[in-house]
């Protein structure tokens, strides 16, 4: 993993977007959250290696993707070859097997101590989705894919714009519930590469990533989780007006199941100590402390409006 400068990130991806695509433009991820909560300081660092950009509306989400992945390629940006598909393919590749667009700035070698990418997704184009969709852009190298996740409509309720680079910060209470809702379930699945060389569960991962922005909210806002609670079922009957209320009761579980397993836990832990709270000493049993204040306040909060 490395550790990178929010602020100074933002600039560069910001300054390399074409003007009239940064309105389409959300950063979500560790870089968001990092930044939302110290990114202005220019004194705390975050380890990661992809940022996230979420293409908004669907509607537009080809179209603008098609623009900026081009201008990047025409600037010297060059591929992440690395995955199962690297290889931009035809019109005859199936939506599935074609390439994500992952690219690392003309500055940075991929084997270097710094090296960082940036990957487009899209906004997904129904509340009825689900699983992984693709969407097909096609440009001078190839065709590419940008991929979408159900729970990625949530991101972009009401993100920062961040005014003197004109793209937007996701909230991290909605990246945190975006990944609540993403795990009802502690999954088996690993992650395709190893973290900090030990193989990570996705949903340890991405849960540990909640009780990461928990603890940093604790720390920046002092926030009453049970504010969060009432955001989320906004965000909720906003983005799944027709299932909200299921949504809700099942949003906490797989934090839940998190917290009752020492060996979930220790992975959770060691995610966020090498990456989101990377300038910070966090114990487990603090993120434990955390994770069961999200659940008591935010939780059964959101439970309430649901009933």
Not at 28 to 48: D, H, K, P
Not at 212 to 233: H, K, M, N, P
Request: with cysteine; hydrophobic share 40%; proline share 6%.
């Amino acid at each position: 993993m490395n550790e990178v400068n929010p602020s100074e990130i933002f600039k560069q991806v910001a300054d390399a977007l074409p003007s009239e695509c940064r309105e389409n433009i959300i950063i979500i991820g560790s870089l968001a959250a990092a930044y939302a909560y110290f990114g202005e300081t220019n004194t705390l660092a975050v380890r990661t290696k992809d940022i996230d950009c979420l293409l908004r509306p669907y509607q537009v989400a080809a179209e603008k993707a098609q623009i900026i992945t081009q201008q990047l390629f025409d600037a010297g940006w060059h591929r992440r070859k690395m995955g199962p598909h690297t290889i931009p393919g035809t019109q005859d590749t199936p939506l599935n097997e074609l390439p994500a667009v992952r690219l690392y700035p003309p500055s940075v070698d991929p084997a270097g101590e710094n090296a960082w990418f940036i990957e487009f997704l899209s906004e997904p184009e129904s509340p009825k989705d689900q699983g992984k969709q693709w969407t097909r852009i096609v440009i001078d190298q190839g065709h590419f894919g940008l991929p979408s996740f159900r729970f990625l409509a949530i991101t972009a309720i009401e993100p920062e714009k961040i005014h003197d680079l004109g793209i937007y910060c996701a909230q991290p209470k909605m990246m945190a519930l975006a990944n609540l809702l993403e795990h009802p379930e502690i999954k088996p699945e690993r992650m395709s590469t190893p973290f900090e060389g030990q193989d990570i569960k996705r949903s340890n991962k991405d849960l540990g990533r909640v009780l990461a922005i928990g603890y940093l909210e604790e720390v920046f806002s002092q926030t009453d989780f049970r504010e969060w609670g009432d955001d989320w079922a906004y965000a909720l009957q906003t983005c799944f007006p027709d299932e909200w209320q299921d949504l809700a009761n099942s949003a906490g579980k797989g934090l839940s199941a998190l917290l009752s397993s020492d060996e979930d836990l220790e992975e959770a832990s060691l995610t966020c100590a090498y990456g989101l709270l990377a300038s910070y000493t966090v114990s487990k049993e603090e993120l434990k402390e955390v994770g069961h204040r999200i659940l008591g306040d935010a939780i059964e909060t959101l439970r309430k409006h649901a009933t």
